[in-house]
């Protein structure tokens, strides 16, 4: 009797005070975030729950977001621009700039070589007598692309004649004019006094028409484009 009375006693105090297990010595406990329960303390799990952004806490896949300079693997040797690559870059420029094709830039350079002066000065004066440039440089529009598309619709005249073709090549004395139409005088009046910093010397531009006159050939100095043109006529040689 008194052996299983001992027993009990025994049994009953190594179950009342018996402390809970721990795994491994890890220290982690359990915290709820925004509705998502994830482990904390001192090791991190690569298996932790994803919190709303979907981005994962643990650092190397938060590190995984940052752009960085240089593409994944060994450290890449830094190569220097050939003057190829040079030339092509500065011939670039001239297409972006003023929207040209490649098939167009070489048709301006075939005239601009048999043009006697310099040929690199002689192709940027033709590309700044293009239309749709002299539409942008009045100041009638903001950009090349939205001049080259009022052309296109058909919204301008050249000394009285309705055109379409953008790369027209304009000449001192030619008046360019919008359309007779309400809407088309109202939406380039308006367009017409916000921006006259690319308005060019070799313009004169008439707020109330609206209307352009060109009093005078350009010329070189009158290029806004920052460029080695000289690199771009060895290129176009090749």
Avoid at 194 to 200: C, F, L, N, P
Avoid at 216 to 235: H, I, K, Q, R, T
Wanted: positive net charge; charged residues 25%; hydrophobic residues 30%.
């Amino acid at each position: 009797m008194w052996s299983s009375e001992r027993k009990t006693t025994t049994c009953g105090r190594s179950a009342a005070g018996a402390k809970p297990a721990q795994s491994n010595g890890s220290r982690a406990s359990e915290r709820t975030t925004g509705g998502v329960r994830e482990r904390v303390g001192k090791r991190h799990s690569l298996t932790a729950a994803v919190p709303r952004n979907n981005v994962p806490r643990f650092a190397g896949a938060r590190k995984a977001f940052d752009r960085r300079p240089n593409p994944p693997g060994p450290p890449a040797r830094r190569r220097k621009v050939s003057n190829y690559g040079l030339a092509l870059i500065e011939k670039q420029k001239i297409k972006y700039y003023y929207g040209l094709r490649e098939k167009q830039l070489r048709t301006l350079f075939d005239k601009a070589r048999r043009m006697p002066g310099n040929t690199g000065e002689n192709l940027l004066t033709l590309c700044e007598r293009r239309l749709d440039n002299v539409i942008r440089r009045s100041g009638m529009t903001l950009t090349r692309p939205q001049a080259r598309q009022g052309i296109a619709h058909r919204h301008f005249q050249v000394n009285g004649r309705t055109v379409k073709t953008p790369s027209i090549l304009v000449r001192p004395g030619d008046i360019v004019t919008v359309r007779n139409r309400p809407n088309l005088k109202r939406m380039y009046e308006g367009v017409a006094g916000s921006d006259v910093t690319q308005r060019a010397e070799f313009l004169s531009f008439d707020q109330s028409g609206p209307r352009i006159t060109v009093t005078a050939m350009p010329d070189f100095g009158d290029v806004s484009l920052p460029v080695d043109v000289g690199s771009v006529v060895a290129f176009l040689n090749r």
